[in-house]
Nanobody
């Protein structure tokens, strides 16, 4: 069983910073992608930032220059450093992992439970 556990969310004033962490555990044989999504009330879930197995990163235009994704393979952890936060960044942030378990023919998308980020203006 694969689990993703997020932490680091909370309430912060506009202009402040937060760092989200996502630790994955379980019998993952290979990881293709890890990323952070967010979903604000009444809106669709959107990709914020992602990192491929090779280390290539992608950041949404709305957060470019403010958010940075990184990972620590030794700790099975992916991070999202969020700076210069704005009220429109308020959302539930979800960690996602695309990976294949040993013996599985195809990769599977796994999700964390989400962590709330609230930015007060």
């Amino acid at each position: 069983q694969v689990q993703l556990v997020e932490s680091g969310g909370g309430l912060v004033q506009a202009g402040g910073s937060l760092r989200l962490s996502c630790v994955h555990s379980g019998s993952i044989f290979s990881i293709n992608f890890m990323g952070w999504y967010r979903q604000a009330p009444g809106k669709q879930r959107e990709l914020v930032a992602g990192i491929s197995n090779g280390g290539t990163t992608h950041t949404a235009d709305s957060v470019k220059g403010r958010f940075t994704i990184s990972r620590d393979n030794d700790k099975n952890t992916v991070y999202l450093q969020m700076n210069s936060l704005k009220s429109e960044d308020t959302a539930v942030y979800y960690c996602a992992l695309d990976g294949r378990r040993l013996g599985a023919p195809m990769p599977t998308r796994y999700w964390g439970q989400g962590t709330q980020v609230t930015v007060s203006s």
